[in-house]
């Protein structure tokens, strides 16, 4: 196949060999600007899983092609018409929801298999669900179940609610709701890529609530707890999140984020050894902590890889690709998983606690199971 003329980072592995065939894969994730840390977690996962692969999915040679966003969907979406005309086997993105509905259309109706290894938003997980998309990641709405769930039986009474303006700040807002029975006392949306949250931290500090539940990802969250802190709010008010305070935003917050709760469906403490492997060899070459953007993208490689190897490194046959793919036959960092109906996954979630290290690093820490092989709500609209 031809290669992309153009890549902004590029991972080039297989050159010179004989294989009798080569896989092609094309990275869209955001790498310009606060968010980038998200990006190049997912990056450095997937490239740390081609590592322990040898260069390889499924036996046969492989080349990875890296594309940043930008975070615009018009950059988005040019980059995915660039892989779809080039012929990439699959195309692995996005980190954000509005990215990925950005590149769906494109990419899904070229018939070219599409794996998010973060964004999982609702609009694909019922109807709109599609044969050749699928999620390593989880349903936007989950975690912040998991909060909802925490929240209502810490006995909280009244919360408020702070995301972004877009496709998971909504599906976040919503999931939260779904186990949570008491008082949102306020919801407010900020614009992606808030920063200054002076006004929001005045409506918080008169607003009777004794809880706070924010999807503020990457710079947003760095920004959004100092100034809670700084504020004096976290002596009184609980602070909930998801997307956060994560380890892409406690190298930065670091003791600002102290005492405050997440959610997921994995730590870098995961008590399984492929997951331990993993964590201490993202650190020994990359030099800092992995989250779960990185644990995400490592187990979307090795789907490709479980496919590829399952069809002998015949792309030709979709059906028998897809076959492969539904079967999730590999070793997941974060235990059990299996694809739902829908092709989001069905798997553990836990309330997450921030902790800092025996060696000074800041990281999220595995707490109490909050739902067990847990599917979305959408999947029983998906038709496929």
Same mark, same amino acid.
Request: with cysteine; charged share 20%.
């Given at each position: ?11 080039? #592995? ?50 990875? @092609?890296?594309?940043?966003?930008? #975070?615009?969907?018009?950059?988005? #979406? ?6 779809? =005309? ?8 996005? @980190? ?11 990419? @899904? ?32 709405? =989950? ?33 939260? =709701? ?5 008082? @949102? ?67 930065? =917050? ?35 902590v992995p989250g779960g953007y990185a644990m995400q993208a490592y ?86």
């Amino acid at each position: 196949m031809k290669k992309l003329g153009t890549t902004l980072a590029a991972g080039l #592995l297989g050159l010179g060999t004989t294989a009798s065939a080569e896989v092609e894969v094309g990275m869209i994730v955001t790498l310009s600007g606060p968010p980038a840390a998200l990006g190049q977690q997912a990056v450095d996962g997937f490239q740390l899983a081609l590592d322990d692969l040898g260069g390889k999915l499924g036996g046969e040679e492989a080349t990875l @092609i890296v594309e940043d966003d930008e #975070l615009k969907p018009e950059v988005a #979406l040019s980059k995915a018409n660039g892989m779809v =005309q080039e012929e990439v086997d699959f195309v692995v993105g996005t @980190i954000f929801s509005n990215m990925l509905q950005a590149i769906f259309k494109p990419v @899904i109706e070229s018939e070219t298999f599409l794996i998010s290894p973060n964004a999982g938003p609702s609009t694909f997980a019922g109807r709109n669900c599609n044969p050749y998309f699928f999620v390593t990641s989880y349903q936007n709405n =989950q975690n912040a179940e998991v909060m909802g769930a925490h929240a209502q039986a810490a006995g909280y009474e009244k919360v408020f609610m702070i995301a972004p303006n877009y496709q998971a700040g909504r599906d976040n807002m919503e999931g939260f =709701q779904m186990h949570y029975e008491g008082e @949102i006392v306020d919801e407010v949306y900020v614009p992606l890529g808030h920063q200054d949250y002076s006004a929001e931290i005045a409506r918080i500090a008169t607003s009777d609530a004794d809880a706070v539940f924010a999807f503020t990802p990457g710079g947003m969250g760095v920004r959004f707890v100092r100034q809670f802190r700084d504020a004096g709010l976290a002596d009184r008010i609980q602070f909930m999140s998801v997307f956060t305070t994560d380890e892409t935003t406690l190298p930065a =917050q670091k003791e600002a984020a102290e005492g405050f709760i997440a959610a997921g469906n994995w730590a870098p403490d995961a008590d399984n050894e492929a997951s331990q492997k993993f964590v201490a060899a993202f650190e020994e070459k990359y030099g800092y902590v992995p989250g779960g953007y990185a644990m995400q993208a490592y187990d979307a490689a090795m789907l490709i890889d479980s496919a590829v190897a399952s069809v002998g490194g015949d792309l030709s046959d979709k059906d028998a690709v897809r076959a492969a793919m539904e079967a999730a036959d590999f070793t997941s960092l974060r235990g059990d998983f299996a694809f739902n109906s829908n092709h989001y996954p069905t798997q553990n979630f836990y309330q997450l606690s921030v902790e800092e290290r025996e060696d000074g690093q800041w990281a999220t820490a595995t707490g109490e199971l909050v739902f067990e092989n847990y599917g979305d709500n959408f999947a029983g609209e998906c038709s496929m």
